[in-house]
Structure formats: C-alpha cells, structure tokens
C-alpha cells in the first residue's frame, strides 16, 4: 500500500510566520493530494488540494506545492494567525480502489 | 445542501454490548468511507463502500466488524460484543465518485465509549 510520512509532527510558531509542512508518498501513479484541517474535538476539512498538472496552488494565506519527480508535496501557511491552530492531515489517494491513505498530522500552535 | 450527517454523536456501551454508526451522505454523494481515529493519531481507513456494495474492506477487523450501505437510508457500522479497544472517533466521508482526484467530505463523527 501506499506510504506517506508527514513532517513535522509538531510545530509551534509566533502569530505573523510562516508555517511549512511537507509529506512524502511513494506511489508514483498518484494523481490528487488534498490537505485537510482538523480543529480539536472537529470534523477534518479541505482546505486546499492540488492535482499532478500544477506544481503549485495558492489561495490567500494557504498555498501547496507538489514535486512529483521527487514524490512530495508541501502546505504553506503565511501570516499565521491563532485560528490556525489545529492539525493538519495530508492524504495520498492510490491502490486499486483509491482509498485515501492520511499522514500522521501535524499540530500546528501558533502563538499570538 | 446539507453536509455528511453522523448519529449519534457520542455513544457509550458497556463490553459486550452492540454499538450501531449511522452515516449519511451528502446529497449526491453515493460514495461513503468509514474511517477510526485514536486521540492524537491520525485517520485509519476502515471500509469503502457504494450503494449495496462493500468496495473495500481490508482496514476492517474481520472479527466483529461489518458495514453496510443499502440502497435506501444511511450507511451503518456495527460493532459487535465491544471491548474497551473499540473506544474511539469514527468519522465517515462521502464524495461524489472515487478520490483518485475528488474530496472527501467528513462528518462530525461519532464518538464512542465503551465501560
């Protein structure tokens, strides 16, 4: 199956720097990879993906990019507020029936 | 158009007892996932399913665990003679096809506590 390790398990940063969290996945056929947030005691939820035709995507202060040769991709977070403060899942589609496989998350502290 | 909706939120049992999640999708959504997570540990897939078929189940217990999806109404995980192990959050996903390159949509999940 599908391996992903996800980077750093934890990071704690000052409000207004900038956050970086990079996963690695091993097969070469996957085509889609999501980022989801997950806010203690809640539901995960998307906030960014990108597809293997771009190698990076942004949207406002959040932004992934994706090197598929070297098989990782990262999520940029910039000015990082409180609210930021959460975990954070990669997910890595692949096998015959695409079952997502999730990276251990990272807790992201940010500190006003 | 409402979201993936999970009942009951909370649910305890006692050992041995029977415990029965209910998923239901977002509308339009015939794709449903069930996944357990742990305190601090991440989303381990359980099942996969669509309408009246099981798609995938090899990140299910053989033992004690089953899913459905039937063609009307939620999709349902049951748990059978619970042990204390079982104590957990259980999310379930829905997407509209396969995510080889669509999102999943998680519910509020369910989380259940066995005495």
């Known amino acids: 199956g599908e391996n992903v390790e996800q980077h750093p398990s934890t990071l704690s940063v000052q409000e207004g720097d900038s956050a970086v969290i990079k996963c690695t996945y091993s097969?070469?056929?996957?085509?889609?990879f999501p980022w989801y947030k997950q806010e203690l005691g809640k539901r995960p939820q998307l906030i960014i993906d990108?597809?293997?035709?771009?190698g990076e995507k942004k949207d406002q202060r959040i932004a992934v990019t994706l090197n598929k040769t070297a098989k990782h991709f990262s999520l940029h977070i910039t000015e990082t507020q409180p609210e930021d403060s959460a975990v954070y899942f990669c997910a890595v589609p692949s096998g015959g029936s695409y079952i997502p496989t999730f990276g251990r998350g990272t807790s992201l502290i940010v500190h006003p | 158009n409402a979201g993936v909706m999970q009942n009951p939120r909370h649910l305890v049992r006692r050992r041995g007892q029977e415990a029965r999640l209910r998923c239901s999708p977002m509308?339009?959504?015939?794709?449903v996932y069930w996944y357990r997570q742990l305190p601090e540990e991440g989303l381990k897939f359980m099942v996969y399913?669509?309408?009246?078929?099981?798609?995938?189940e090899s990140g299910m217990p053989k033992e004690r665990f089953s899913a459905e999806f039937p063609k009307e109404g939620p999709s349902i995980l049951r748990i059978q003679q619970v042990v204390r192990g079982d104590s957990a959050a259980y999310f379930c996903?829905?997407?509209?096809?396969?995510?080889?390159?669509?999102?999943?949509?998680f519910g509020d999940g369910t989380r259940l506590s066995i005495l």
């Open positions: 996903a829905s997407s509209t096809t396969d995510s080889r390159n669509q999102p999943q949509h």
């Open positions: 509308k339009g959504h015939s794709h």
């Open positions: 097969d070469s056929a996957s085509n889609y």
């Open positions: 399913l669509q309408k009246e078929n099981i798609i995938d």
């Open positions: 990108i597809r293997s035709n771009v």
